[in-house]
């Protein structure tokens, strides 16, 4: 086999293949055997038919039936030997006819990691928001804490308010007609919520206990069902029942229920979360500024099975993180199509960013050491709370072995980059500047 290579891209290349008559010959015999066993021509029996009489009947299939294993059995064998690591599935472009007696030749092209020289990442310019904790964060996560403790109990007023929930028999009708699926028995409905029709919740604040009422709406032109959308509807509603909602105290009892040994040790252990999770915001939008003034102090193309191979990761994570939820990517109206348009963008900035560090570390020969592997392994088993062994035993598995070390080593690099980086502390961006510069980049 002879494999000439040439360099269509910086992120391509063609590998022009051609393999000898004898293991052409070999690979066609072993088709017209595979044929005989089942071929059927007038006047042999099955499995005794002469390799003329194939060749007369069935020589393209078995062309056809040689050209797969030929391929299949050279082009990896020729990336190999040629030291050329792909990204995606290699394509075959063109290919010749598979003749008895003479050398089969064929064309594949295949994606490849850009060889990238890193420049223009010494001593980067970048900005870090100065910290600063609100106090007022503790004091609002503890009424959310309050808050979703809430319980919904029968409530000893006699009218219902708004933020009560009542249990209501309602019928609708248009016309003096009931329509379709307009009537419900025992149904528990939000004041305030607005999930009903526009209008209706309003009318029912102020309505008591096994009170009856017809409540006037006029469905949206919009509404999902034509037969109803901008018509003039008359509800019949009873309220059965009205609740409301108790939201406990903020107290050391809630404290307790909460597994802290007071509301002030509560109050300490938000305060310490809340100030760790800023700073890793803080420290994350430093590391997104560095990237982004690597991306653009260097140009280069990108493979689009790399790309391809990010979205895959990207989504199988998001989709992971949605089921913890109990959630779906079709529950919000996403496929997998969607999914890709909307993140190919940031796909493409994190396989740029993976590209860029890498070639960085070879340039200034960082390298991961066995002992910072070690480490890692032994925190991955602390902080999940899994035996260090079973942790040994994840990570035989090469690939998974192969993220690790590049996980850590894209944080050696990072961390280069911002030792020696000028970095200018500033303070922290209103919600009102943010969209202030959404809006002026809408405009420009």
Not at 62 to 88: H, M, R
Request: no cysteine; aromatic share 6%; net charge negative.
């Amino acid at each position: 086999m002879s494999v000439t290579i040439e360099v269509v891209s910086p992120i391509k290349k063609k590998l022009i293949v051609e393999i000898a008559a004898d293991v052409v010959e070999t690979e066609l015999e072993n088709a017209y055997k595979k044929i005989a066993k089942t071929a059927d021509i007038k006047g042999f029996r099955k499995g005794k038919i002469p390799r003329k009489m194939l060749e007369q009947h069935y020589g393209p299939r078995a062309q056809y039936d040689a050209a797969g294993p030929l391929i299949n059995n050279s082009l990896y064998k020729a990336l190999l030997d040629n030291k050329i690591e792909a990204v995606s599935q290699p394509e075959v472009k063109e290919s010749g006819v598979v003749e008895s007696g003479k050398p089969f030749k064929y064309e594949a092209e295949v994606e490849v990691r850009p060889e990238i020289v890193a420049k223009d990442y010494a001593q980067l310019n970048l900005e870090k928001e100065i910290f600063s904790f609100d106090e007022s964060v503790v004091a609002q996560q503890l009424e959310q804490m309050a808050n979703s403790r809430t319980l919904l109990e029968v409530t000893s007023r006699k009218k219902a308010r708004d933020g009560d929930t009542v249990i209501i028999d309602f019928e609708g009708f248009i016309d003096g007609t009931a329509f379709e699926n307009g009537a419900g028995t025992d149904f528990e409905l939000a004041l305030g919520s607005n999930s009903f029709i526009p209008g209706f919740e309003a009318q029912l604040v102020g309505m008591k206990r096994e009170q009856e009422k017809e409540v006037e709406v006029t469905f949206p032109e919009g509404y999902g069902s034509k037969d109803l959308a901008g018509k003039p509807a008359v509800f019949k509603v009873l309220v059965k029942e009205i609740k409301e909602k108790i939201v406990p105290k903020i107290d050391d009892a809630l404290a307790k229920e909460l597994d802290a040994d007071n509301l002030d040790d509560l109050k300490e252990r938000i305060k310490e979360n809340s100030i760790a999770q800023e700073q890793q915001r803080i420290d994350n939008q430093l590391q997104e500024n560095l990237m982004t003034a690597l991306i653009e102090n260097n140009s280069f193309e990108v493979p689009e099975g790399m790309i391809e191979n990010q979205l895959h990761h990207l989504k199988d994570s998001f989709t992971q993180k949605l089921k913890a939820q109990g959630m779906s990517l079709e529950m919000l109206g996403m496929n997998e199509e969607s999914f890709a348009k909307t993140y190919r963008d940031m796909a493409v900035q994190q396989v740029k960013g993976e590209l860029i560090l890498d070639a960085i570390a070879a340039q200034e020969k960082i390298v991961v050491e066995d002992a910072e592997i070690e480490q890692k392994k032994q925190e991955f088993s602390a902080n999940g709370e899994v035996p260090l062994d079973q942790v040994e035993i994840y990570f035989k598995n090469e690939s998974a072995l192969a993220g690790l070390k590049g996980q850590i080593l894209q944080g050696k690099v990072t961390k280069f980059l911002l030792d020696q980086a000028v970095v200018t502390e500033v303070e922290p961006q209103q919600p009102e500047q943010d969209a202030a510069a959404e809006s002026e980049a809408g405009e420009s």
